[in-house]
């Protein structure tokens, strides 16, 4: 017990001191295996390695990382925030509702909320202070908008929980669309409600009204994003492919876009975007690899079978643990990236879900709105730093403090996830 203690203390004190989370997690583990076992044992932590590596569900990870990447480089997010802008200036708060609108509809082609933060922030943030928008509401918009690409499909956090747990990751996919819409459709609310007690927030121009030919006409220039959402996962939920095939699929037809539909991508670009497309996908998959080596000793040592034991022992109502797990969530994103916290929280606290006797399923659905909040927390919250790179006009602390009021409608919606479950599995589990 004294040695689990050790290692545990170890890996809190590498991630305090700020080595990198891989390194924490694979040195840790390591080390742990050995007092364990041995130096003969020191092989299963290769094992385990590469055995997370080799796993066909995280094929698809960097083709859809890859995917987004090509279409952050295009003009995509301009456009669609034209025509989320054309369709729906004419509402208190316009501008921002339609940032809102263009963030969901980019994280259907995305799956990294950073991207969308980029593609959309970079044009609408600055349009939106031009027209007198408080940057409270343009900046708060954009930032947590911008989380939403983790929830609806295509989601890497979704492909890394499946990878781990082994739950579908169609069906996790499909999980993710009720949340996602629900949140869109609740920050857009908060925008109308805040726009409409407060106009002065959001002051409304005779520019920004716009004829049904310039709308329809600004339709004309996304409809292949529309297909190729269409084809990745509608390929995806009707049964044609699975989610790797549908990444490939995605991959391509991203090309096909940037390269013949707005001509921007040449020899040197698609070099250039492949090459940091694999930096943040083969970061991700070692912090995996490292991660089920530290969860393999974990389950040598029986941590989580004990933790499990230890608190349905107490006898407390199962949506109080579940509460009480959502808030350690909060705040352990605070600090580390949301990649690294489903790797390092999941193989620990998966045993105490089914324990609890809650369908895992709908944990991973949880779990990443949960972690939503996480990348737009201070001091790890990556949006906020995304956005300030693209608006350097807007200090942080201006960022942080517009965020503040759309994480509480993102919380609020989290506790309706948590509380009631159903209404985050109808969807999936029509799902055969």
Known sequence: MLTSLFVLVLLLILTAL????????????????????????????????????????????????????????????????????RWLSWLPGGLAI????????????????????????????????????????????????GALAMLIPPSVPFIIYSAITGESIAKLFIG??????????????????????????????????????ERWTSLARIWHVG??????LGS???????????????????FVIAGVAYRNVD?????????????????????????????????????PEMLSNFLTGLHLHRMVLMLAIQALLIVGGMFVDAASLI?????????LINALGFDPLWYGIVLVINLELAVVTPPVGLNLYTLKSCVPSLSLEEIIKSSIPFLMIQLLCLLAFTLYPPLSLWLPNLVK
């Not at 297909?227 to 990745?232: G, R, Y």
């Not at 975007?273 to 974990?298: H, N, P, T």
């Not at 790797?343 to 045993?351: F, H, S």
Request: contains cysteine; positive net charge.
């Open 236 to 254: 995806i939920y009707v049964g044609i492919a699975t989610p790797t095939e549908a990444s490939a699929i995605g991959a391509v037809g991203a």
């Open 176 to 213: 993710g669309i009720v949340p996602g819409l629900v949140l869109a459709f609740m920050l857009s609310l908060y925008v109308l409600v805040r726009t409409m007690i407060s106009p002065e927030l959001a002051p409304r121009t005779a520019e920004m009204r716009f004829t049904w030919q």
């Open 98 to 145: 339609a940032s809102i609108g263009a963030c969901t509809v980019f994280g259907a082609v995305s799956g990294v909320s950073v991207a969308g933060v980029a593609a959309i922030g970079s044009m609408a943030v600055p349009e939106m202070l031009k027209r007198g928008y408080s940057s409270k509401i343009a900046a708060g918009s954009v930032v947590t908008a």
């Open 267 to 303: 020899l040197r670009r698609s070099l250039q975007i492949l090459k940091e497309s694999m930096r943040i996908s083969v970061a991700i998959m070692v912090i995996m690899g490292c991660a089920k080596i530290f969860g393999d000793y974990l389950n040598m040592v029986r941590i």
């Open 343 to 351: 790797v390092i929280t999941t193989p620990i606290l998966l045993p």
């Open 18 to 85: 700020g080595v990198d989370i891989f390194i924490s997690l694979g040195l840790a583990g390591v080390l742990g295996i050995l007092l364990f076992r041995g130096p003969d044992a020191l092989t299963l932590a290769a094992t385990s390695f590469f055995g997370q590596e080799t796993t066909f569900e995280l094929v698809a990870l960097p083709l859809f990382v890859l995917m987004g990447h090509i279409l952050a480089k295009s003009p995509i997010g301009g456009d669609l925030y034209t025509m989320a802008t």
């Open 227 to 232: 297909v190729l959402i269409v084809l990745v």
